[in-house]
């Protein structure tokens, strides 16, 4: 397999751990170990307690794909697959793709998303969203980009760096269209429940149509990557079954710990998630005054979800110089539109963690000196 470097992950992997103030961060603010046992059930702190750090199943714990599997309308944990999110991507392109078959991505996005599928052998098309129209996605232009070898639609709603989430009618009207063609659907759902906008959260893939894939896991929205544990979840069990043939040659199976912790997380879920979105509103209003102060160096089209936006920056300077500059003298890691592959103009603002009004007045105070 032929590859080319991660170049999002590069970029973090330079900064991420040595900079001070992390203003890009795609997650959401982290519990501590004690935090979420303070959550468990008497049944999940003595399995806690109990954990044999054997080997686990490789399809993941039969109580984790229980939990799980109870977010989506209709299926069971016999619908899921546990692996870490990034693992769930490449265990599922391999299965499914073959060399020549035509791939369609939302573009800008994880690199994962469309960059396993060219290594396999695949076209890759990119579907790009109108940033004068609030990021929107058109289904217009999709349709355009679809052949008659067109195999897979990968879209990420709510949409990472943008923010954006298509419309109830959109995402049925979506669905529909792949369905006519026969088009699988791997459906990135990692920021579902994340929603900046009353009522925006849409359907799981999974629930709505026979072909599609859903990707969720505890990174994103329950703010706990470090566990890597994340699933697939689909109606379509041959091809889950495939994915777990792969995944012999892959992780084999789940951390033990992870798989617990995780159990526990989803046994809290409306807890977390409601504090998780409580701070999303509060740093979202730090976010409006913060660009309101700031209106002649950026321009930001709002998001309607995710603990994400994607802000334009004024001026002919490139956001990958201004990165470079604002890392070095002020501690303050900003990730350009560089490492999505997307113009020279953008960067990401990560919004989703406690100490983001702190990172936004550092940043702010660059501005202040440095203009």
């Given at each position: ?305 995710g603990s994400i936006c994607f802000p334009r920056m004024l001026g ?56």
């Amino acid at each position: 397999m032929k590859i080319p470097p991660f170049t999002l992950e590069r970029y973090f992997a330079k900064h991420e751990f040595s900079a001070k103030y992390l203003l890009s961060s795609s997650d959401c603010e982290s519990m501590t170990l004690p935090q979420l046992l303070e959550m468990a059930s008497p049944q999940m702190r003595t399995k806690w307690e109990s954990l044999s750090f054997g080997y686990t199943e490789s399809v993941g714990h039969p109580l984790l794909r229980a939990e799980a599997a109870k977010i989506y309308a209709g299926l069971g944990a016999e619908n899921l697959l546990i692996a870490a999110p990034e693992e769930i991507i490449f265990l599922f392109m391999h299965a499914l793709l073959q060399p020549g078959d035509h791939v369609i991505a939302t573009f800008p996005g994880y690199q994962s998303l469309y960059e396993i599928a060219r290594s396999v052998g695949c076209q890759v098309s990119t579907w790009e969203p109108v940033e004068a129209e609030n990021w929107h996605f058109d289904l217009a232009r999709l349709a355009e980009l679809i052949r008659p070898e067109t195999k897979l639609v990968v879209a990420n709603f709510p949409h990472n760096p943008t923010g954006f989430i298509p419309s109830q009618k959109e995402y049925a009207d979506l669905i529909e269209m792949l369905r006519e063609k026969g088009i699988f659907l791997f459906s990135d759902e990692m920021y579902r429940f994340l929603e900046i906008e009353s009522g925006a959260t849409l359907p799981s893939a999974c629930e709505a149509y026979e072909r599609a894939f859903s990707l969720f896991g505890m990174s994103k929205t329950f703010g706990l990557p470090g566990l890597r544990i994340g699933w697939m979840a689909t109606q379509n069990q041959p091809l889950l079954a495939r994915m777990l043939e792969l995944k012999d040659y892959t992780t084999i199976c789940s951390s033990a710990p992870s798989e617990i912790l995780s159990i526990i997380a989803l046994q809290n879920k409306e807890a977390i998630i409601a504090k998780q979105n409580a701070r999303l509103a509060q740093n979202m209003a730090l976010l409006d005054a913060f660009i309101a102060k700031y209106a002649q160096f950026f321009r930001l089209n709002r998001p309607r979800g995710g603990s994400i936006c994607f802000p334009r920056m004024l001026g002919e300077e490139s956001t990958l110089g201004f990165a470079n500059r604002l890392v070095e003298e002020a501690g303050v890691m900003m990730a350009p539109s560089h490492i999505f592959g997307y113009s020279d103009h953008h960067f990401r603002i990560g919004f989703g963690r406690e100490n983001f009004g702190e990172v936004l007045g550092k940043f702010g105070d660059y501005l202040d000196s440095n203009h």
